[in-house]
């Protein structure tokens, strides 16, 4: 019914010629045709009675594209398989204007996956490194918990300091007229945050609850609302409270604010966070090295076609996230060298990685099962308060993405465990407080 034909254009790009036998393309005409009679609506004639030749006269191009159409929709995915092709990208279609005299031909471009021949992981070298928490990580943990963790105590006929919260009622006016978003009711305010029109929190401080007073400052310059920058305003605003900050005054008060019965379990607590977090640590500067390592060893040239699929798939992902966070992008930029060389590096070790991956799971026959995908969905909820947890777990079972998501995620850890164990690796330690300190600096 089709012949195809296997040309090598380059390495892992093929064009396959497709040839539909003439009755194939004849079965399929007569099948349009009879679709198109019933359909067709001509002087003279009921539907399903209009003549073969009257048809062909006044339909013949649409009848010809409809079959040519057909006939790709059903002999598209037998012709790359009968090629014996499996391609990487979604192959490029081409119908030849100039036809042969007895049957239809079309051709596909078909991009392949790279053969790889992996170089044995015994031979990679790098370093395991395991980070460890200290005790001055820890303590650490606590000291920040302890400047951070502040209440205030309103006070009645408290003189506003600095530090103190205040809760106050406003109304901004520029030249004697409120102006949209100047009132607010009720609203906290610690002086010395900066978080209020610079010279206005100053004006209140020395103030008590019950107090009026009326602020004067001057929007900045550059204020975000153009309407207000650089224009004076007035606030007529009302102190209704005034609340002095109050810190633990050791480890056990420290503890109860936060709802720990004593400092052992808070510290408890503490120790085992920054254990969770000194784990993944110590694999992701370990997977970090191992698939350097598995790059360096093992060469590979990839399809200039799969490598611009992918830089488009990235820079759309990347406008797509500054669309998300409101930035608006420069068409400079995407035609920028720097840019797209950054863009291409990306994608290139993507694939690459991707294609190595592949085969070292394919090697070692890894796989992940059911239970390991349940007990990866239960340590992602713990993230979540626990009223919440079974409403995420729910969630991400509900949706095919998320749960394709899980299980490439850990078949790539398991591959980069797999790796680990097979490669000649040295021990290093390092403490939690230098890798955190390495990942600021990056």
């Not at 105590?153 to 009622?169: F, M, P, S, T, Y």
Request: glycine share 6%.
């Amino acid at each position: 019914m089709i012949q195809t034909e296997v040309k090598t254009l380059a390495p892992n790009e093929f064009q396959v010629h497709v040839t539909v036998a003439q009755g194939e393309y004849d079965r399929v005409y007569a099948a349009m045709t009879s679709k198109l009679s019933m359909q067709a609506k001509l002087p003279g004639f009921r539907p399903g009675k209009t003549p073969l030749n009257v048809l062909q006269q006044k339909f013949g191009p649409k009848l010809h594209e409809d079959t040519v159409s057909e006939l790709i929709q059903t002999h598209y995915v037998a012709a790359i398989e009968k090629s014996g092709l499996i391609p990487a990208l979604q192959p490029l279609l081409d119908v030849p204007a100039v036809q042969p005299v007895s049957g239809f031909e079309f051709t596909m471009k078909v991009t392949t996956w790279p053969d790889v021949e992996l170089k044995p992981l015994a031979k990679l070298a790098f370093d395991e490194v395991t980070v460890d928490v200290e005790d001055a990580d820890v303590q650490a943990v606590i000291d920040r918990l302890q400047k951070s963790q502040v209440k205030f105590e309103v006070e009645a006929g408290r003189a506003a300091e600095k530090g103190d919260q205040l809760h106050i009622d406003f109304c901004g006016s520029i030249d004697n007229e409120e102006f949209e978003g100047g009132k607010g009711e009720d609203v906290p305010l610690v002086l010395g945050e900066g978080r209020f029109i610079p010279g206005f929190e100053e004006q209140l401080l020395g103030k008590a609850a019950g107090d009026d007073v009326t602020i004067e400052v001057t929007f900045p310059a550059d204020y975000q609302a153009a309407h207000l920058a650089g224009k004076a305003a007035s606030f007529a605003t009302t102190v209704k409270s005034v609340g002095k900050p109050v810190v633990a005054e050791n480890e056990d008060d420290l503890a109860v604010m936060l709802g720990f019965e004593n400092a052992a379990a808070l510290r408890a607590d503490a120790v085992a966070r920054l254990q969770d977090e000194a784990t993944e640590a110590s694999f992701a500067s370990t997977r970090e090295a191992a698939l350097d390592a598995l790059l360096t060893a093992n060469e590979l040239n990839l399809p200039e076609g799969l490598i611009e699929e992918d830089m488009r798939a990235t820079t759309r992902r990347v406008l797509e996230n500054m669309k998300q966070q409101g930035m608006q992008a420069d068409p400079a930029m995407l035609d920028n060298d720097e840019f797209r060389a950054e863009v291409r590096g990306r994608s290139e070790k993507g694939l690459k990685l991707s294609v190595l991956l592949q085969t070292v799971r394919e090697a070692a026959d890894l796989s992940v099962d059911s239970a390991a995908i349940d007990a990866e969905i239960d340590r992602q909820s713990t993230q979540y308060p626990e009223e919440q947890r079974d409403q995420f777990k729910a969630w991400v079972r509900g949706q095919d993405e998320q749960m394709a998501a899980v299980r490439e995620r850990l078949l790539e850890r398991a591959c980069v465990e797999y790796i680990i164990a097979e490669a000649a690796t040295g021990k290093v330690n390092k403490p939690l407080s230098v890798w955190q300190n390495e990942q600021e600096e990056q």
